[in-house]
């Protein structure tokens, strides 16, 4: 099979009649018309195996996550989804793996009315790279630069269980076979908060989403307002949604591991974000909207630099390094 | 150095204040800030090590090469560059080279005024994902779809040098020195024809650039518009900047690798058009403007197919297959 019958194969659709989407596959370029008095968001990932996948992944689950984490961006920018663009590079056609990929990638992308507009096939080492379109109302979108000294500061969803699914996968821990498949699932499968990030426009001050591990992604927050923050560790580290396993007489883990898990784990695709606390009802309405669950964890202070304290209020010391692409 | 630093150093400017682009790097997304009556045209190619650029290629020219593949595909939709995303996979981050790629990237943009707003980078084998993005006003972009029986076939510039590089290249034939140098900048650095698309809205019955070999290229007009084509084999011959070597006492190789060449040869980056007969003095203003010399190589018929011919009207039989990304 030719690179222009995998496209028509499993990669083109009929484009759909709501008038975002001009022209869809199949020219040199796609066309987008914006509706007036909107900006365009933009945002691209590139996944590669073996650094954000596993050579042995269900590529269904992987169809899911390659455009999951760019929709997470748009989520953090309070986008509503309009399209996308797929490149992909394969080792061979195998269409099989190409039937369960697009499966995967289109049920998604048709739960967010997010339309595949074009891109590029071709052979190579396995790279999947996505470049995702959506639309928000001019000066609404939310950005990392908004944070003010006294805004709370909050996250959505769960912390942490992707990581604790890595630890396990790599052979470092064992998990019941229960709770893997939970965490595992939160790795493989995270779901962005599309519905939420629209929904806190004009409540959050600042947003983003959590890729690479809560403390260090929101130190990209706190250099971009040019603020600082105290984290409340103890109250981050309830987020964990497998976290019987660390409290009570049974725990089989460490409060270390935990909070390696929730403070710097990485691959969470939760929104990190603050606002004012005169907005707290506003933030549980948004929330409600969106029927995302979120939790209060800290407070932007002037003071420059990010500080973790337990909760009796003591300082902690622990370093908690997100992950880098091109780090360890 | 890690993932924030390289791009901050390499691939981070400060955003233009013409208005087009309301947020660059550095949010989760970026943000295009479209003009009324105004559509976005988008696209992607993603291009490989080995498969479309040599290991030892110098960096520089494949920095210049990844931008001008996509804003070839602007050129052919009649668009104006605005902006584009790079993602970018690197087995391992060497300043010299992302010094040299990236200056060969952004000085290509500076001289369409494309931003770089955004994008990723990670590590893994070489890959070059440049997402682009143009505007067009609505309803006057050029597409593959619009070719009519009668219509002349027009190409821009010179056709079949970058192939006769890649032979040369490859060890199949030998090309005197200064003839290698020429063929290999059509090769390596070609030229996105980016004022001739814009110059032939409103005159272009349809357009598409030519990457893989005319033939297979305009097939895609063909089909999209249901009509054929006669093509003239020596007309189109005439079109290698490197004919000297294919003429005369003196000819240096066959008529059939001029013809491989110019027909089928790949990585030309020329553009592909369709216009009547009565806009020819229009097609030649449009040329003049965009000071591209452009030729007139056939003309489009209702019977479908494409049918190739010799400058006594004599039908070629020869089979000249264009490059399929995954074929040979």
Known sequence: MGEFDLIARYFTRPARADGAVALGVGDDCALLAPRPRMQLAISSDMLVEGRHFFADVDPHTLGHKALAVNLSDLAASGARPLAFTLALALPRVY??????????????ADAHGCELIGGDTTQGPLNICITVFGEVPAGQALLRSGARAGDDIWVSGTLGDARLALEAL????????????????????????VA??????????SALDLSDGLLGDLGHILRASGVGAEIDADETSKLIAARALFTGATARFDMELLRQCTLAGGDDYE??????PALREAVAGAAATAATPVARIGRISAEPGLRLADAQGRPLAGRYASFDHFGG
């Open 95 to 108: 269409e099989p793996w190409l039937q369960r990929f697009s499966e995967g990638l289109l049920r998604l």
């Open 170 to 193: 790599q052979g470092r821990i064992d998990l019941p076979a229960d709770t893997l498949a939970g965490a595992r699932a939160r790795l493989e499968a995270p779901t962005p908060r």
């Open 196 to 205: 939420l990030g629209q929904a806190l426009r004009g409540i959050a001050t």
């Open 271 to 276: 929104l990190a974000f603050t606002a004012p």
